[in-house]
């Protein structure tokens, strides 16, 4: 190794010294501030005294967070696996390209976009008002492109050889989406569904305004009630400045919400690891 | 089948619809001139966009500045120096990152990142637009490194061996050979987190300070300032439906949504035709 290649190499690693750094800095300091505070009574106590700032169950948020990405995902699934065999099975080219730039299109524009258009639509066109069917229809169109995405990648790694055979069988569209494509592609569309998980999890900026109250809700009433969310308890008590114990909530609930969005990460790596021809 | 394709097409066009026809009052009031003003009081009917434009700019800038060069050397360092399990931990760690939520590394900027400005700077308040770049630059990271580490060892292993076989350099080979094989990869990388730093809201919105005033002199990234999307979520709740507080949000929204918009078609540009046939 000549001198100057590893000078090279030594910047290079002092280069992405501050890239290697934050993530585990990040991640255990969320840890150090929130874990003492997080007890059992806190995750599933019933307490209803939700006062500001007063050390009380987390539960409510936690519920309304899980419901708002069931409800995303069981909104944008069937569309975005529809989307994808319609991309393997009926489209031609031009379509491919439009279906693709639209999802590429759709990524791209920032959530609280979205957020703004649930607003206007929803929340006052359709009258539906500040609701969890609100925040989940928005989430929803967030996650579709990605999980749309993810089912035609999924579709298109499908060995040819299999999709051929199964044709020379004579077998019919429905046939071999049912025997042959489902049975090899379900890790994949596994993945890209607790991936989506993990994304409605996150996305905290457009149901802020059309989905969520600060407090009072222990389980909503109906679709059309506000719910209370996770993401959005962090951002209220995380102002809370003045009030040391409502910071520590917000720190808990981070520590709650971290370790359910790396849960679902860590289901999607391992099916990524299921082989597809197998 | 063809309904869900159909249904996305629809998705986007509606969307850009409404935040037209929401914000066309606003529009209309005031105009071009709503470019220049800086002046956005609510309260006296004076919505100014250029504080807002300007802090959005600033921000996405040094999140760019920090996370291109660190970004590009994590994943240099990652394809080409380190070997298997490191590469998986680094690669396993950017996707942790990337996993964080926004409002957590708000709450860790609020927390931990503004204190420390605040101290190390002798601030009055830690809340400016380098808070915010500095958050962002740590949230656009891992789009850089994970799409440049790609790129990166996507280029072919004969290209490699020609470069060795020619007797160039390690770092001649990264300059000549690497780096420009990979380029059309790692600038969709960085436009796409060029599009992620300018709609990221929660963590901006929580370190920025929301004082809707141009930077004076406009270089000056140490004082509270606000950046679209900060405003947006600031102010949303409080707006009236119809009103022309509403609209002008909207406006904020609609040029949002068209900037970003322009930026993903820049970064798929070539890859979609590439990849549909």
Known sequence: ??????????????????????????????????????????????????????????????TGSILLMLGACALAAPVALGGALFYALAANIRQRQTLLGMMHLLVGIPPIVY?????????????????????????????LPMLLMNSVNAFDRIPGGKTEAARALGLSNGQLIRRVWLPVAWPALMTGLLLGMARALSETAPILFTATVFSGVVWPDSLFSPVTSLQ????????????????????????????????????????RKIRMDG | MRASALISLIVVMLMLWFLVQQSWPYWQHYGLGSFVSGDWYPYESLFGLAAAIIGSFWAALI????????????????????????????????????????????????WLLLPFLQSSLHLLTGHNLLAAGLLLSVMILPTIMVMAQDALSEVSASQRDAAASLGMGWSA???????????????????????RALGETMAVMLVVGSMDRIPEPFYNLLSPAQTLTSRIGREIGESAFGSMHFSALMACGLLLALVTIAISLLAHMHTDSARAT
């Open chain 1, 115 to 143: 957020g703004l258009c649930g607003l206007i639509v929803l929340v006052h066109v359709l009258h539906w008002g500040i609701s969890l069917l609100t925040g989940m229809v928005i989430l929803a169109v967030i996650i």
């Open chain 2, 173 to 195: 080979r990264l300059w000549r050979i690497l780096l420009p094989q990979a380029w059309p990869g790692i600038r969709s990388g960085i436009l796409l987190a060029l599009g």
């Open chain 2, 63 to 110: 999140a760019l500045a920090i996370a291109i060069p660190t970004g590009l050397a994590a994943a240099v360092m990652s394809s080409e120096i380190l070997s298997g399990p490191w590469r998986n931990l680094i690669r396993g760690s950017m996707e942790l990152l990337a996993g964080i939520p926004s409002v957590v590394y708000g709450l860790l900027g609020l």
């Open chain 1, 1 to 62: 190794m000549s001198m100057n290649e590893r000078n090279a190499k030594i910047l290079t690693t002092m280069l992405a010294l501050p890239a290697l750094l934050p993530p585990a800095a990040c991640l255990s300091y969320i840890l150090f501030k929130g874990i003492p505070v997080l007890d059992w009574a806190m995750l599933i106590g019933s307490s209803q005294a939700i006062a500001f700032g007063s050390i009380s169950t987390l539960w409510p948020q936690i």
């Open chain 1, 232 to 271: 959005t308890h962090i951002f209220y008590l995380a102002q809370e400045g003045a009030n040391a114990e409502a910071v520590d909530i917000a720190w808990a609930s981070a520590v709650i919400l971290v370790i359910l969005v790396t849960a679902l990460s860590f289901g999607a790596s391992a099916l």
